[in-house]
């Protein structure tokens, strides 16, 4: 069965210092993987996917992640962080590619600090 | 840009009412998704829909029932409102196997 799990929920940082929030995953079908995340009182935004190919991934707003197929995690990285990217982060992966099926981890809140 | 919206951002019911929550996405997306979020619990799935009139029970569907009748909109109906459903609830849209996309949440206080 697929499951995420992130490592960290809370992530404190010095704004322009790096950060990575880490993510595994177990999976039986094609691996599939997402992150997405939440500003205050929003919705989910996709931040980068990786579906194939190059195993260095990268999104929106500076962020990047690697596929690591033999430690099964994809973790998520940004070199120098901003207060605005104070946020909750969740990592996904599909179910199901018919149906598009995800599971989400629980979530893991960066607070930038200044 | 993908548009999927949500019909309240914040709803106060009380408890045993019937409380309906809508979607709609303009892209013509084939999946659509009902969540609810809660602290420390992330995002759980609650049902969705690969199609009008058809739909699936997710890991959480007790207490709900959903309704898609159209292929752009599918609505949460929670047939008797109680306090431990006051949640965040989330719905999403999806090309068949690709990302999701969200829309912006409602918060539910059932009082």
């Known amino acids: 069965a697929q499951s995420v799990t992130q490592l960290d929920s809370q992530v404190p940082v010095f704004e322009e210092a790096p950060v990575e929030l880490r993510c595994n995953y177990s999976s039986s079908v094609s691996v599939y993987l997402f992150w997405y995340v939440q500003y205050p009182n929003q919705g989910l935004q996709l931040l980068l996917k990786y579906l194939s190919g190059s195993t260095l991934v990268k999104g929106i707003n500076g962020f990047e992640a690697e596929f690591n197929k033999s430690q099964t995690s994809f973790h998520l990285r940004k070199p120098s962080v901003h207060i605005s990217d104070t946020a909750e982060y969740f990592c996904?992966?599909?179910?199901?590619?018919?149906?598009?099926?995800?599971?989400f981890g629980q979530g893991t809140t960066l607070q930038v600090k200044p | 840009d993908v548009k999927v919206t949500q019909s309240s951002r914040y709803l106060v019911k009380r408890t045993g009412e019937k409380v309906f929550l809508e979607c709609v996405q303009d892209?013509?997306?084939?999946?659509m998704f009902w969540y609810r979020q809660d602290p420390g619990l992330g995002l759980r799935l609650i049902y969705f829909s690969y199609d009008v009139k058809m739909k699936e029970k997710g890991d959480i569907p007790e207490g709900y029932s959903v309704s898609r009748e159209k292929k752009e909109r599918f609505s949460l109906i929670l047939e008797s409102a109680s306090t431990n459903q006051t949640s965040m609830y989330l719905c999403?849209?999806?090309?068949?196997?690709?990302?999701?996309?969200f829309g912006p949440g409602t918060r539910l206080t059932v009082t």
């Open positions: 999403a849209s999806s090309l068949q196997g690709w990302e999701q996309y």
């Open positions: 996904a992966v599909i179910v199901s590619s018919n149906t598009g099926k995800l599971i």
């Open positions: 892209m013509d997306h084939e999946n």
